[in-house]
């Protein structure tokens, strides 16, 4: 297996800064956030002011590219945050893509909004049976992100959308701590379902807290040693399975700094799993 990051878990770095610290913390590659750039003069934050954002243009994407490369990174692919529906910014995602060489852009399902599951599952059909053929066309991959709070927060509801599709064009993320908040099945099981269409490996830890006089419990992220998911064990079983590819550490935790958990999460993944040796100078 191939070990990367997720820039989202690195909010306050800025992408220059990034490369420079995924390659001391001996990580082989990394899947980079694109969007809007955050206000520079605001606090950091995972998901609304991430600093670690490329703008999502070809000659930004061609910068970030020949960043990785002096570097000896590979570029994983592209988090590009497209709606599900939209075929015409998928096609832009995947101009992205080429300009990098990233082989895949990620996607998710439509949220689940109140409306019967069989007409928002019949729509995302028809939206990742049009991500097939643009992903023909362009010869880039679109990916399916396990995730909660979508029509796909499984690995088997994740199959059942993509199954009749092309794996060589759309694919699955298997999000492992998404299915800590919802729709946790056994690993061995949902990889072997998964099967072909098992393209990417996202790795998080979450827990769930007790309210001081009981109630629902509430989930928050941790850190990847301490939390529901047993990320040995999982590792384990993506080697069993044969699983060769790339698994980004995407942590949403706050016990340390971002830079600090890169570090940590490096050196806790590589003693666990059986991960390529980092390229040397």
């Not at 040693?225 to 699983?243: F, I, K, Q, T």
Request: net charge negative; with cysteine; proline share 7%.
């Amino acid at each position: 297996m191939k070990l990367g990051v997720y820039s989202i878990c690195l909010p306050d770095l800025t992408p220059e800064q990034a490369v420079h610290e995924a390659k001391a913390a001996t990580y082989a590659g990394i899947e980079w956030r694109v969007g809007v750039l955050p206000d520079p003069a605001a606090t950091p934050d995972f998901f609304t002011n991430n600093r670690c954002t490329l703008p999502p243009t070809p000659e930004a994407l061609a910068r970030a590219a020949s960043r990785c490369e002096s570097a000896g990174l590979r570029i994983i692919g592209l988090g590009t945050y497209v709606e599900a529906g939209d075929l015409d910014g998928v096609a832009h995602g995947m101009e992205l893509a080429r300009a990098c060489g990233a082989p895949w852009i990620r996607l998710r399902a439509p949220w689940r909004t109140g409306e019967r599951f069989a007409g928002l599952f019949d729509r995302a059909l028809g939206f990742f049976s049009g991500v097939e053929r643009l992903a023909r066309r362009t010869g880039v991959r679109g990916l399916l992100e396990i995730h909660q709070r979508s029509i796909a927060p499984s690995a088997s509801l994740a199959e059942r959308l993509v199954s009749r599709l092309d794996p060589d064009c759309v694919g699955v993320i298997y999000d492992a701590g998404n299915l800590v908040l919802e729709g946790y099945e056994d690993h061995r099981m949902a990889v072997e379902l998964l099967g072909p269409h098992l393209t990417h490996v996202h790795l998080k830890n979450a827990a769930f807290d007790r309210p001081p006089g009981g109630g629902v419990w509430q989930p928050r992220w941790t850190p990847m040693n301490d939390g529901v998911l047993d990320v040995p064990a999982l590792l384990r079983v993506l080697v069993e399975a044969g699983y060769d590819g790339w698994v980004s550490v995407e942590d949403f935790s706050t016990d340390r700094s971002p830079v600090e958990a890169l570090h940590f999460n490096a050196d806790f993944l590589r003693q666990h799993g059986d991960f390529e040796p980092p390229v040397t100078d």
